[in-house]
Protein backbone atom coordinates (compact mmCIF):
# COMPACT_ATOMS: atom_id res chain seq x y z
CA UNK A 1 0.00 0.00 0.00
CA UNK A 2 1.34 3.28 -1.26
CA UNK A 3 1.14 6.28 1.52
CA UNK A 4 -1.65 8.57 1.04
CA UNK A 5 -1.62 11.66 -0.45
CA UNK A 6 -3.55 13.81 1.03
CA UNK A 7 -5.20 16.82 -1.49
CA UNK A 8 -8.26 18.82 -2.50
CA UNK A 9 -12.02 16.56 -3.93
CA UNK A 10 -11.13 16.28 -7.59
CA UNK A 11 -14.78 15.94 -9.90
CA UNK A 12 -13.35 12.28 -10.38
CA UNK A 13 -13.45 11.40 -6.94
CA UNK A 14 -17.20 11.00 -7.54
CA UNK A 15 -17.50 6.93 -7.36
CA UNK A 16 -14.66 6.47 -4.49
CA UNK A 17 -16.33 9.15 -2.29
CA UNK A 18 -20.04 7.74 -2.97
CA UNK A 19 -19.03 4.02 -2.45
CA UNK A 20 -17.08 5.14 0.65
CA UNK A 21 -19.78 6.62 2.05
CA UNK A 22 -22.45 3.85 1.47
CA UNK A 23 -19.90 1.11 2.78
CA UNK A 24 -20.63 2.75 5.71
CA UNK A 25 -24.28 1.83 6.12
CA UNK A 26 -22.76 -1.95 6.12
CA UNK A 27 -20.21 -1.15 8.88
CA UNK A 28 -22.64 0.45 11.16
CA UNK A 29 -25.03 -2.85 10.63
CA UNK A 30 -21.98 -4.87 12.03
CA UNK A 31 -20.65 -2.23 14.81
CA UNK A 32 -24.01 -0.21 16.08
CA UNK A 33 -21.45 2.25 17.94
CA UNK A 34 -19.41 3.12 15.36
CA UNK A 35 -19.16 7.07 15.45
CA UNK A 36 -20.68 8.24 12.21
CA UNK A 37 -23.33 9.55 12.19
CA UNK A 38 -25.99 8.88 9.30
CA UNK A 39 -29.45 8.87 7.77
CA UNK A 40 -32.09 7.15 8.72
CA UNK A 41 -31.99 5.07 5.60
CA UNK A 42 -29.59 5.08 3.32
CA UNK A 43 -29.23 7.46 1.01
CA UNK A 44 -29.64 6.33 -3.39
CA UNK A 45 -27.01 7.02 -5.43
CA UNK A 46 -29.03 9.75 -7.09
CA UNK A 47 -29.23 11.56 -3.56
CA UNK A 48 -24.82 11.04 -3.48
CA UNK A 49 -24.61 12.09 -6.68
CA UNK A 50 -26.77 15.15 -6.20
CA UNK A 51 -24.88 15.79 -2.79
CA UNK A 52 -21.72 14.86 -4.36
CA UNK A 53 -22.31 17.84 -6.79
CA UNK A 54 -23.90 20.56 -4.33
CA UNK A 55 -20.37 19.95 -2.28
CA UNK A 56 -18.28 20.41 -5.49
CA UNK A 57 -20.14 23.61 -6.46
CA UNK A 58 -19.51 25.17 -2.50
CA UNK A 59 -15.78 23.60 -2.96
CA UNK A 60 -15.24 25.36 -6.04
CA UNK A 61 -17.06 28.77 -4.66
CA UNK A 62 -14.73 28.69 -1.20
CA UNK A 63 -17.60 28.38 0.96
CA UNK A 64 -16.23 24.53 2.08
CA UNK A 65 -12.96 23.25 2.87
CA UNK A 66 -12.68 19.46 1.54
CA UNK A 67 -9.55 17.51 1.45
CA UNK A 68 -9.37 14.03 -0.03
CA UNK A 69 -6.60 10.83 0.73
CA UNK A 70 -5.48 8.90 -1.89
CA UNK A 71 -4.02 5.47 -1.87
CA UNK A 72 -3.03 3.77 -4.73
CA UNK A 73 -4.93 6.26 -7.05
CA UNK A 74 -8.45 5.92 -4.78
CA UNK A 75 -9.70 8.10 -2.52
CA UNK A 76 -10.05 6.29 1.30
CA UNK A 77 -10.95 9.42 2.97
CA UNK A 78 -12.09 12.72 3.63
CA UNK A 79 -12.55 15.70 5.92
CA UNK A 80 -14.47 19.10 5.37
CA UNK A 81 -15.38 22.34 7.02
CA UNK A 82 -19.23 23.47 6.15
CA UNK A 83 -20.55 26.43 7.98
CA UNK A 84 -22.08 26.23 10.39
CA UNK A 85 -25.09 28.26 8.93
CA UNK A 86 -24.18 29.74 5.55
CA UNK A 87 -24.66 33.39 4.80
CA UNK A 88 -25.62 34.36 8.50
CA UNK A 89 -23.92 35.68 11.42
CA UNK A 90 -23.00 32.11 12.04
CA UNK A 91 -21.02 31.78 8.75
CA UNK A 92 -17.71 32.21 10.11
CA UNK A 93 -17.99 29.06 11.99
CA UNK A 94 -17.43 25.76 10.58
CA UNK A 95 -18.64 22.05 11.37
CA UNK A 96 -16.22 19.62 11.06
CA UNK A 97 -16.94 15.87 9.30
CA UNK A 98 -14.25 13.00 8.77
CA UNK A 99 -14.18 9.97 7.49
CA UNK A 100 -11.61 7.09 6.40
CA UNK A 101 -12.47 3.51 4.87
CA UNK A 102 -12.17 0.87 7.70
CA UNK A 103 -9.33 -0.92 6.30
CA UNK A 104 -7.13 2.20 6.29
CA UNK A 105 -8.22 3.40 10.12
CA UNK A 106 -4.99 3.15 12.58
CA UNK A 107 -2.68 4.40 9.79
CA UNK A 108 -2.83 8.55 10.44
CA UNK A 109 -4.53 8.91 7.28
CA UNK A 110 -7.18 10.71 9.70
CA UNK A 111 -4.29 12.86 11.51
CA UNK A 112 -3.72 14.16 8.04
CA UNK A 113 -6.53 15.09 6.60
CA UNK A 114 -7.34 17.06 9.82
CA UNK A 115 -4.36 18.73 9.45
CA UNK A 116 -4.75 19.86 5.70
CA UNK A 117 -8.11 20.70 6.42
CA UNK A 118 -7.73 22.44 9.32
CA UNK A 119 -4.85 24.07 7.85
CA UNK A 120 -6.85 25.54 4.72
CA UNK A 121 -9.71 26.34 7.17
CA UNK A 122 -8.10 28.88 8.63
CA UNK A 123 -8.55 32.02 6.45
CA UNK A 124 -12.80 30.93 5.86
CA UNK A 125 -13.42 29.98 9.29
CA UNK A 126 -12.56 31.45 12.60
CA UNK A 127 -13.79 28.89 14.60
CA UNK A 128 -13.94 25.39 13.77
CA UNK A 129 -16.85 22.73 16.11
CA UNK A 130 -17.53 18.84 15.78
CA UNK A 131 -19.83 16.12 17.46
CA UNK A 132 -18.11 13.11 18.08
CA UNK A 133 -19.36 10.12 20.04
CA UNK A 134 -18.30 9.84 23.67
CA UNK A 135 -16.63 6.34 23.55
CA UNK A 136 -14.96 6.96 20.77
CA UNK A 137 -11.32 7.95 22.71
CA UNK A 138 -9.04 7.39 19.70
CA UNK A 139 -11.21 10.15 17.91
CA UNK A 140 -11.16 12.28 20.60
CA UNK A 141 -7.60 11.89 21.20
CA UNK A 142 -6.74 12.86 17.81
CA UNK A 143 -8.62 16.42 18.00
CA UNK A 144 -7.48 17.12 21.07
CA UNK A 145 -4.21 16.65 19.93
CA UNK A 146 -5.04 18.79 17.15
CA UNK A 147 -5.64 21.47 19.04
CA UNK A 148 -9.52 21.03 19.62
CA UNK A 149 -11.14 21.81 23.42
CA UNK A 150 -13.77 19.58 24.78
CA UNK A 151 -16.44 22.48 25.34
CA UNK A 152 -19.57 19.90 26.53
CA UNK A 153 -21.62 17.03 25.83
CA UNK A 154 -24.98 16.19 25.27
CA UNK A 155 -26.61 13.12 26.73
CA UNK A 156 -28.76 11.11 24.16
CA UNK A 157 -27.73 12.96 21.30
CA UNK A 158 -27.39 10.37 18.57
CA UNK A 159 -30.37 7.74 18.48
CA UNK A 160 -29.29 4.66 16.45
CA UNK A 161 -32.19 1.86 16.42
CA UNK A 162 -32.80 1.55 20.09
CA UNK A 163 -29.65 2.23 21.41
CA UNK A 164 -28.34 6.09 22.33
CA UNK A 165 -25.11 7.66 22.58
CA UNK A 166 -23.81 10.54 23.99
CA UNK A 167 -21.85 13.15 22.01
CA UNK A 168 -18.83 15.57 22.85
CA UNK A 169 -18.72 19.05 21.41
CA UNK A 170 -15.51 20.18 20.57
CA UNK A 171 -13.98 23.32 19.14
CA UNK A 172 -10.73 24.70 17.67
CA UNK A 173 -9.63 28.45 17.28
Same mark, same amino acid.
Given at each position: MSEPLIRNLRWSDLDDVVNTYLSIYDEVNEDPSLGLILYLSRPTIEDEVKWFSNRFIEIQSGKVVMKVAEVDSRVVGWCDIVPARANSEMSHVGILGILVKKEHRNRGIGQMLLASALRDGKSRFS??????? !?????? +?? +? @???? $???? +? $?? !??????? $??? @????? +??? @? @?
Open positions: KVQLGVF !SGNAAA +IH +I @YEKA $GFKV +I $GY !SPRQIKR $GNN @YFDEV +IME @Y @Y
